[in-house]
């Protein structure tokens, strides 16, 4: 059956869904923990603003596991009346649960690998639900085609493996009705856990690729929810992630996480630099954790491999050995040194790479010829879908018999190639008599192979049956997710054959003494970074990126893909026009002062003077002798004197404040206590250094000021080159009275006593002085620099500047973090207020020949 709101996903993804399934009479599933209430479908009830809709009923933390497959095995029962279901032991998933607390209950929620017929579902999901705490999603198979075969295997596996669709027989083209069903499909996962979710109690781990835009779903419904995200596969560079017509959508999907996990550094760095050239977000690095900041909210990103199960895999050693098959390869292969290749059949293992290595090797090292074999298993691929495999197959037969043919002779054969389905035992066998194991993909997620072999070579423990020194050798490829934990491997370069049949000859020539002390090395990591250890990683670093969840304002904005939570400060609200209008009225001595760009001119604007309006505002504003109006910018004075020279009364601080002037009718002011800027020629050739090796930067030569922008830039390397720069300015002006600071695309170097942040306490000083002081302050600003203004501000009445009467408004412009306790959304809003300002006293205009000395001290 399809759900009601299965056809009702326009605002996800655009086109028209096709009809999937059949329609039939279905119960929905009742929540497992109870909530008053009954479920609404997802697209019927609005977003929660603030967390979960009603109390939770649980007092201990429960996490739920949502991945494509449930970790079961199903299959009709003989009488063809009834399922059999069991725990699938090679399941990662199952093991995830011996990392969390003892006192944490685990529910599973995901699709079975067997078409449940509609009359049975019920039935089968309350049998899963009451024996394995699992929660299955029913996918029609019409849906799973597109979503599973289509989409993520013809689609997002080839391009997260750096297979790009060149031609149509080459990579599947994207085809928008495969997105469709990909949406679709995690819409449906999403209503799963919607039914059974306690969303103040419980955290969500979600993984891998096949659901990666389920956290908008959930985030949606739910704004605080707890939730995790972690990609098995690899993720490109962002110049291949960037070829994705959807990247946008997914992107955004993930970032509605809290935590996102990628099993090394090179995976995490492309998703971060997709994020800087498609968002614009720069990652922090703070006590060893990364995180970016989107919307108020931090989303954590881990850099944690994977582990394996140790228990598992000792528990099948000794039954391999009660079996006796290790004594029997033991018997078969004596005399022989065995290399051994672990690979499921796809396109990205290399194993005709590896085939042809062993030719290479046996030609120039003709000694190892008819001692040293190559045992090559191919695992059945692991599900349907992705690129046909035929002209693979052909070809590593093809390699196999022309080895076998040039260097076999009786009694031995250099390849033994094993092509059909392999229990976990005999496979632990072949680990155990192997001298190497050989990894030759040319891109895989993580590749467990190498931990499972160093496991098995170090033994049953507690054992008689192999006293003797443990030893293993690895030649890995670079291109695998396990490789950087492995120091102690031969790491090579697949597609270099020779390189790689050196590097073979070197791991099985290797001394004695040097093969166990890699082997110890390794086995000290992989023993202890086992699965439970990932897994409670990964849920304390869950629980560190969720734990300001509580603490903070969260609203949802936007629509479709677009929609995100802002997460702010709850003393941070948006400014209210009515309020500040009836203080404003209320007030005898104003105080206004107004960032330029981004705040009354738009950031983005082409056209870099102010408009008619802007003007006309000023004037009514700066007109009343109640207000002394100002302008604060880090333009030069000439710019802003020609902009604004229809303001007559209007005061202007140019250069973060370095100069200022309170109306037309006076010279301007240097607050500057240097007027030496000999730091120019010493910081100048830097920055030209810089310019001539970054293209699309620029430096602007201001009188106080120098400013390196990258705005043209490349996003990556400007944002390099201008840390760089800061680190190299630093250290040449160490001893000069100035700051070098950066900002949004600049670096800029400036006098010390300068800055938007002086200017206003200076503007607040002057007008107490004179007997002025302000007892209404309206500050608004739109960048890093005005956040010294409101500093100032929020600090200005505990230092007796301002009045403890004073109302005062510091307003950012835009939804983010600030120390400002108001916003308003962008500068039209900005515009609408000075204008309801303006008009709340209509005051008439001053002649031309009245003393405008009032205005300034």
């Known amino acids: 059956m399809q759900s009601r709101s299965y056809t009702n996903l326009l605002e996800l993804a655009s086109g028209n869904f096709p009809v999937m399934g059949r329609e039939r009479d279905k119960r929905k599933m009742p929540r497992i923990m109870t909530l008053p209430g009954s479920i609404n479908e997802f697209d019927d009830e609005p977003a929660s603003s603030v967390a979960s809709d009603n109390a939770s009923s649980l007092s201990v933390d429960r996490i739920i596991i949502v991945a494509n497959q449930l970790p079961l095995k199903a299959k009709r ?24 607390p003892d006192d944490m209950d685990v529910l599973y929620v995901g699709s079975l690998n067997v078409d449940v017929d509609g009359i049975e579902q019920d039935d089968v999901a309350q049998l899963l639900l009451e024996r394995f705490s699992c929660v299955p999603t029913f996918l029609p198979p019409s849906l799973i085609e ?50 059974v979710i306690n969303p103040e109690d419980d955290f969500v781990w979600i993984h891998d690729y096949h659901l990666m835009v389920l956290p908008t779903f959930l985030r949606r419904r739910f704004n605080r929810l707890r939730m995790g995200f972690f990609i098995h596969s690899p993720f490109p560079s962002s110049e291949i992630y960037r070829t994705l017509p959807v990247r946008e959508e997914i992107l955004k999907a993930l970032l509605n996480s809290d935590l996102i996990g990628f099993h090394t550094f090179d995976y995490a760095r492309h998703f971060l630099s997709c994020c800087s050239r498609m968002f614009g977000l720069e990652y922090q690095s703070k006590r060893g954790y990364i995180g970016l900041d989107y919307y108020g909210r931090t989303v954590g990103i881990k850099i944690m491999p994977v582990g394996i199960h140790m228990g598992q895999i000792e528990f099948v050693m000794k039954l391999a050995d009660k079996e006796s098959r290790t004594k029997e390869l033991k018997q078969q292969f004596e005399g022989k040194t065995v290399l051994l290749g672990v690979d499921d059949m796809d396109i990205f293992k290399g194993i005709n790479l590896k085939l042809l290595a062993m030719e290479q090797m046996l030609k120039l090292h003709p000694s190892w010829q008819g001692t040293v074999v190559l045992v090559q298993i191919a695992n059945p691929a692991r599900g349907k879908g992705g690129i046909d495999l035929e002209e693979i197959q052909a070809e590593i037969q093809e390699s196999c018999k022309r080895i076998n043919e040039e260097f076999g002779k009786p009694g031995y054969q250099p390849i033994i190639y094993i092509d059909k389905p392999m229990s976990v035992n005999e496979r632990v066998a072949y680990y155990s008599i192997a001298e190497c194991v050989v990894v030759t993909a040319v891109r895989d997620g993580m590749n467990l192979t190498p931990y499972e072999y ?39 370069n697949p597609w270099n054959v020779e390189a790689t049949a050196e590097a073979m000859n070197e791991a099985i020539s290797m001394g004695e003494p040097e093969k166990q002390m890699r082997h110890e090395k390794h086995y000290r990591y992989v023993s202890t970074h086992d699965v439970a250890y990932w897994s409670r990683s990964f849920l304390q670093d869950m629980e ?9 304002r969260c609203w949802g904005i936007g629509l479709g893909f677009g929609f995100r939570v802002v997460s702010l400060d709850p003393n941070f609200r948006k400014l209210s026009i009515d309020d500040i209008v009836s203080d404003y009225l209320k007030a005898k001595r104003r105080a206004i002062l107004l960032d330029y760009d981004g705040t009354v001119m738009p950031q983005n604007s082409i056209i870099k003077t102010p408009s008619r309006e802007v003007i006309s505002l000023l004037n009514r504003l700066s007109g009343d002798l109640n207000n002394t109006v100002f302008i604060v910018s880090g333009r030069g004075r000439e710019s802003l004197s020609r902009a604004f020279s229809p303001c007559r009364k209007l005061g202007i601080a140019a250069e973060h404040g370095y100069f200022i002037r309170w109306c037309q009718d006076v010279e301007w002011e240097t607050c500057g206590q240097s007027s030496d800027f000999g730091w120019m020629d010493m910081a100048k050739p830097v920055m030209k250094l810089y310019t001539e090796s970054t293209d699309g930067s620029s430096i602007e030569t201001k009188e106080s000021a120098l400013v390196w922008q990258y705005r043209d830039a490349d996003p990556g390397f400007g944002f390099a080159q201008a840390k760089e720069m800061l680190d190299h300015l630093e250290s040449v002006l160490a001893n000069e009275p100035v700051a070098v600071k950066s900002g949004q695309y600049i670096v800029e170097v400036k006098p010390q006593a300068s800055s938007k942040g002086l200017v206003a306490e200076k503007i607040f000083t002057s007008m107490a002085e004179n007997g002025k002081q302000a007892d209404f302050v309206l500050c608004v600003g739109d960048d890093r620099s005005d956040e010294d203004m409101f500093e100032i501000i929020g600090n200005a009445i505990s230092r007796n500047i301002i009045s403890v009467n004073t109302v005062v408004f510091a307003c950012t412009v835009g939804q983010k973090p600030s120390k400002a306790k108001y916003y308003l959304d962008d500068t039209n809003e900005v515009i609408l207020m000075l204008q309801s300002l303006a008009e709340a006293i209509d005051s008439p205009a001053l002649s031309e020949d009245e003393n405008y000395g009032s205005h300034y001290p």
């Not at 075969?149 to 994207?174: E, N, V």
């Not at 030649?475 to 490789?483: D, K, L, T, W």
């Open 454 to 492: 160093i496991v098995c070579r170090e033994g049953i423990p507690n054992s008689d049956s192999d006293s003797g020194p443990k030893k293993s050798m690895l030649v890995v490829s670079e291109f695998v997710g396990c490789s950087p934990s492995l120091s102690g491997a031969i790491r090579i």
């Open 544 to 552: 560190r990126s969720c734990a300001d969840h509580f603490r903070k």
């Open 77 to 100: 029962r003989p009488d063809n009346k009834s399922w059999s279901f069991t725990w699938d032991d090679d399941s990662l998933l199952l093991r995830l649960k011996d990392g969390f």
């Open 146 to 195: 597109k979503f599973y075969t289509g989409f993520c295997k013809k689609q997002l596996w080839p391009l997260f493996h750096y297979m790009l669709p060149i031609s149509a027989d080459h990579g599947g083209r994207f085809d928008r009705s495969m997105w469709e069903a990909y949406v679709s499909a995690n819409k449906l996962f999403s209503q799963k856990v919607i039914e």
